[in-house]
């Protein structure tokens, strides 16, 4: 079988491993894990094509000699470069080696790439633990220069399977082919980049083997539908605008308004009943011009505020976009979070707190606030200024992860491989999205399509991970020429899909 959750180096041993003690070969394994490597190939290469086949010292290169033999059973030339002689392998990948007849090249005797439809590279897996170097460094440079596509096994070798990272160099390759379960280092960067077309093969593990690889980990998810589309918001004959939630919206001062107006118009969007957005007064005009369904209200200070959120019917608070940086912010933030409202704090709320994030986990925690936080790189450094969260030794989703435990929040670290992490540990990642994203005020709008999810009455993770799916899959159909102010106006669309309506 395979799943929704990533498996790291680790789990993943432990999944063959139970596989083989409930009675399944190793070796069988590894025949199957060929067999789907070999079926893509042909696919990749076309009929007839030349094939050369990169197998390294373990169980990765012994794939690599199955999918060789089931390839010119096929019909295919093939070469087969080893960067260890068959005679140097042992256990399964030396019994895959045995059945192969043909000749085995060195790595350094490998000519002309152009020769070939396609390079399989089953050099390295996952648990690579040292950077390529010398005649293999020398290789996967030559084949990032190469016209024709590369064939990943597991993952391009010299990429970590569990952080992304490049140990030195490393495939880049077209398509990757995996087993079971992606890896985190498939949708991690620089990772994600060197996988190309990521697929996962089904060779044969049970349920019970991964359950046994699953077990004692803090789960991790690639970000999609599956993880939360049960928990999504859908009507029913007796749903009204008042059983959909009402979003509170931060406005900043004139002439800094359209950022929160952009939010409020993503939280209404996205199925909140109402949105309000709250207004300093000098900006009232300003923003009365631009909004028709989305309503106003005064506010210029805290304590104005906590007049506002007497009214228990307002049950998300989303705080930070164009709102201003300094203590101002600090206060309604911790005004929010006393009256025990679900917070969506971004931007300059979180820039408030620059080097205080225990600060702002203490005001959570004292209101009994659930929050999200959605900052980018340059925000997460900032709030968790000398914590371990901004440890430059760690990777993305163990930084996330320890952030969203030191706040007592759901965080969002925005980017190419966003990752939405909760406190207990539970995180996905997400690869759905586009660089056209990459526009002033898109960061706005997802902090507006989690308040909106949170108004529903979603869990603040599921909330925060379907916001991103949906902000990236509004984006992968708009396309070039993207801005802002097209996301919200994408969710019917996007909304129509998902739900089948």
């Known amino acids: 079988m395979t799943t929704l959750h990533l498996l790291n180096v680790e789990a993943m041993r432990r999944v063959d491993a139970a596989a083989i003690a409930a009675g399944t070969p190793g070796l069988a394994?590894?025949?199957?894990?060929?067999?789907?490597?070999?079926?893509?190939?042909?696919?990749?290469?076309?009929?007839?094509?030349?094939?050369?086949?990169?197998?390294?010292?373990?169980?990765?290169?012994?794939?690599?000699?199955?999918?060789?033999?089931?390839?010119?059973?096929?019909?295919?030339?093939?070469?087969?470069a080893g960067l260890v002689p068959p005679a140097a392998l042992s256990g399964d990948a030396a019994e895959a080696a045995k059945a192969w007849i043909g000749p085995v090249l060195a790595l350094s005797a490998v000519g002309d790439l152009s020769a070939y439809g396609l390079v399989v590279d089953a050099l390295f897996g996952a648990g690579l633990a040292r950077d390529l170097e010398g005649d293999v460094a020398a290789l996967v440079n030559r084949l990032g220069q190469a016209v024709c596509p590369v064939l990943a096994v597991d993952v391009p070798s010299g990429i970590d399977g569990d952080t992304g990272a490049v140990r030195g160099v490393a495939v880049l390759a077209t398509e990757t082919v995996t087993f079971v379960a992606l890896k985190p280092g498939h949708l991690l960067q620089p990772g994600r980049s060197h996988c190309g077309t990521l697929r996962v093969a089904e060779i044969g593990i049970g349920a019970d083997a991964l359950e046994a690889g699953l077990a004692g980990d803090a789960p991790s998810w690639r970000n999609g539908p599956g993880l939360w589309d049960a928990a999504f918001p859908r009507l029913s004959a007796a749903s009204h605008k008042y059983t959909r939630g009402h979003a509170l919206?931060?406005?900043?001062?004139?002439?800094?308004?359209?950022?929160?107006?952009?939010?409020?118009?993503?939280?209404?969007?996205?199925?909140?009943?109402?949105?309000?957005?709250?207004?300093?007064?000098?900006?009232?005009?300003e923003n009365a011009a631009h909004c028709t369904a989305i309503m106003l209200r005064a506010c210029d200070s805290a304590d104005d505020l906590d007049d506002l959120l007497v009214d228990e019917r307002l049950n998300v608070?989303?705080?930070?976009?164009?709102?201003?940086?300094?203590?101002?912010?600090?206060?309604?933030?911790?005004?929010?979070?006393?009256?025990?409202?679900?917070?969506?704090?971004?931007?300059?709320?979180?820039?408030?707190?620059?080097g205080q994030a225990a600060l702002l986990g203490a005001h959570l925690?004292?209101?009994?606030?659930?929050?999200?936080?959605?900052?980018?790189?340059?925000?997460?450094?900032?709030?968790?200024?000398?914590?371990?969260?901004?440890?430059?030794?760690?990777?993305?989703?163990?930084?996330?992860?320890?952030?969203?435990?030191?706040?007592?929040a759901v965080v969002v670290l925005k980017g190419a491989d966003t990752v939405v992490a909760a406190p207990d540990g539970r995180a996905a990642i997400n690869d759905h999205g586009t660089p056209y994203?990459?526009?002033?005020?898109?960061?706005?709008?997802l902090a507006g399509l989690v308040a909106g999810l949170l108004a529903q009455g979603m869990d603040p993770f599921e909330a925060a991970a379907a916001a991103v799916w949906l902000h990236g899959d509004a984006g992968l159909r708009h396309g070039p020429g993207l801005i802002a102010e097209d996301l919200p106006e994408r969710m019917p669309e996007v909304l129509r899909a998902l739900l089948g309506a």
């Not at 199955?66 to 070469?79: K, N, S, T």
């Open 437 to 445: 994203l990459g526009t002033a005020g898109a960061g706005d709008v």
């Open 317 to 354: 608070v989303l705080a930070g976009p164009g709102l201003g940086i300094g203590a101002a912010t600090r206060d309604l933030v911790a005004v929010a979070a006393a009256a025990g409202r679900t917070l969506v704090l971004d931007a300059d709320a979180l820039t408030s707190f620059t």
């Open 249 to 285: 919206v931060l406005s900043g001062p004139a002439y800094r308004t359209g950022a929160a107006r952009m939010a409020a118009r993503a939280a209404l969007r996205v199925g909140a009943g109402l949105v309000t957005l709250v207004s300093p007064s000098a900006a009232l005009a």
């Open 29 to 80: 394994l590894m025949e199957r894990a060929g067999a789907a490597v070999a079926e893509r190939a042909r696919m990749l290469a076309g009929a007839g094509a030349r094939i050369l086949v990169l197998c390294g010292p373990g169980n990765n290169g012994g794939d690599g000699y199955v999918a060789a033999r089931r390839l010119v059973e096929a019909g295919h030339p093939v070469d087969l």
């Open 365 to 408: 925690s004292d209101g009994g606030s659930a929050a999200v936080l959605t900052p980018h790189e340059g925000e997460f450094a900032r709030l968790f200024e000398g914590t371990d969260a901004v440890d430059p030794e760690a990777d993305k989703l163990t930084r996330v992860r320890r952030a969203a435990a030191l706040a007592g």
